[in-house]
């Protein structure tokens, strides 16, 4: 059974810093490229940033750039997302996807004063 279960969320001040971590099971990790994406309240669902298989190619939404990074370790079947500088409009929850197919149950990141 595949499993994506995140973890890291939570409330931070503006212009702080916040890891997100996925922890994937039940297929073969490494020949999925991982994705986060992530979702606020009336609005759609928007990718964030995305890292192929091998770790080798990441790609970023441009409101982004600059400002996360993803990870991933193909030994542990882990993706992160480091996320520095915060700012309000980044609060959304946050979901772990594998390969446009797999989901996780998302992660609450609010980011407040």
């Known amino acids: 059974q595949v499993q994506l279960v995140e973890s890291g969320g939570g409330l931070v001040q503006p212009g702080g810093s916040l890891r997100l971590s996925c922890a994937a099971s039940?297929?073969?990790?490494?020949?999925?490229?991982m994705n986060w994406y992530r979702q606020a309240p009336g609005k759609e669902r928007e990718l964030v940033a995305r890292?192929?298989?091998?770790?080798?190619?990441?790609n970023y939404a441009d409101f982004v750039k600059g400002r996360f990074t993803i990870s991933r370790d193909n030994t542990k079947n882990t993706v992160n997302l480091q996320m520095n500088n915060l700012k309000p409009e980044d609060t959304a929850l946050y979901y772990c996807?594998?390969?446009?197919?797999?989901w996780g149950q998302g992660t609450q990141v609010t980011v407040s004063s």
């Open positions: 996807n594998a390969g446009s197919s797999f």
């Open positions: 039940g297929f073969t990790f490494s020949r999925y490229a």
């Open positions: 890292i192929s298989g091998t770790g080798g190619s990441t």
